[in-house]
């Protein structure tokens, strides 16, 4: 089975900083790859997907990420965050073929300050 | 285009009481899915349903949870009996379902919050 590690539970940034949340599975195949975002009071949303060809995907709201198949990663970055960036950002994954249910990590929850 | 609804928005119970949640996906979704997030956790996926069939039930606890997609459309989840390890968010999500299968998004509820007490 596929799991998905986040390696910062709590990231804590100033406005105008530079962002880069970690994101690392485990699962031998072809897999596609998800970051979502859930703002304070709202649900899930899409920020980015990679199923295949370039590795660098861009998302909505200034947000990329690139997928390194030999690292098993999916970073997310943002080269400036602003204070609505605020949220829980979670990375998920979905095994190439078969039921397509997502495997999420846990989630970090970014804080931007003013 | 109106998203993915789901009732009750929070729920308070007793345990060893039962409880159903009811989800209503985008019009026109065929593939739908309940997931469980535990505070402080992602959420784990509890059965996926293509229109009104079962894909993928594995990680659910039949023991004590079910779930139904009578006509292919809205779907309820069912806690008979409820435990306090139950307590989450449980999460409706849809998805298009296209010819090519698999590059069309999820789309999440907003979610209903479950404490057990």
């Known amino acids: 089975a596929q799991s998905v590690s986040q390696h910062n539970h709590h990231v804590i940034l100033s406005e105008a900083a530079s962002l880069e949340l970690g994101c690392n599975y485990s699962?031998?195949?072809?897999?596609?790859l998800f970051w979502y975002v859930q703002y304070p009071g709202q649900h899930l949303q899409l920020l980015l997907k990679y199923f295949s060809g370039d590795p660098l995907v861009k998302g909505i709201k200034g947000f990329e990420a690139e997928f390194i198949k030999s690292k098993f990663s999916f970073n997310l970055r943002k080269p400036s965050v602003q204070w609505s960036d605020t949220a829980e950002y979670f990375c998920?994954?979905?095994?190439?073929?078969?039921?397509?249910?997502?495997?999420f990590g846990k989630g970090t929850h970014l804080i931007i300050q003013p | 285009e109106a998203g993915v609804a789901q009732s009750p928005r929070y729920k308070i119970i007793e345990k060893r009481q039962s409880v159903a949640f009811w989800c209503n996906p985008i019009s026109g979704h065929a593939t739908l899915y309940w997931y469980q997030q535990i505070l402080g956790q992602g959420p784990k996926l509890l059965i996926q349903f293509q229109n009104n069939g079962v894909v993928d039930d594995s990680q659910l606890p039949k023991d004590r949870f079910s779930a139904e997609r009578l006509k292919g459309v809205d779907s309820t989840l069912k806690i008979q009996p409820a435990k306090l390890e139950d307590s989450a968010v449980y999460l409706c999500?849809?998805?298009?379902?296209?010819?090519?299968?698999?590059?069309?998004?999820?789309?999440f509820g907003p979610g209903t919050r479950l404490t057990v007490l």
């Open positions: 999500a849809s998805r298009l379902k296209t010819l090519s299968g698999r590059t069309d998004t999820q789309y």
């Open positions: 998920a994954v979905r095994p190439g073929g078969g039921a397509d249910g997502l495997t």
């Open positions: 699962y031998g195949g072809t897999v596609n």
